[in-house]
């Protein structure tokens, strides 16, 4: 069964994410570069499926992009505004039960 077309919307999330992670690794030694291989251990999944993400083949979900951003160090905001929102609401009952504790 043929995986669905992403849509436009989701194509562009992941070609930002893409970008973000090659502009992190602008200018940085080969050693130093955040390669798929990392991120794929990071997420402890392999670099092919690290490769469907960023080359537009599955959507982005909120765990994915969080931990890339904290990888590259930039908001997930900065890349989806759709999955910031969906990871701040996740996170909201959670500050409030800290804020009570």
């Known amino acids: 069964m043929k995986k669905r077309d992403l ?11 893409k970008n973000a992670v090659d502009a992190y690794n602008a200018g940085k030694p080969r050693a130093e570069r955040l390669s798929q291989g990392k991120i794929a251990d990071a997420l402890g999944m392999n670099q092919g499926s690290v490769s469907s993400y960023l080359n537009g083949v599955n959507a982005l979900n909120a765990r994915v992009a969080g931990v890339i951003a904290g990888l590259i160090k930039v908001p997930v905001e900065s890349f989806s505004p759709r999955l910031a929102k969906e990871i ?5 009952p959670i500050a409030v039960e800290n804020q009570r504790g």
């Open 7 to 17: 849509e436009d919307w989701e194509l562009a999330e992941c070609t930002a994410l």
């Open 88 to 92: 701040s609401e996740m996170a909201a």
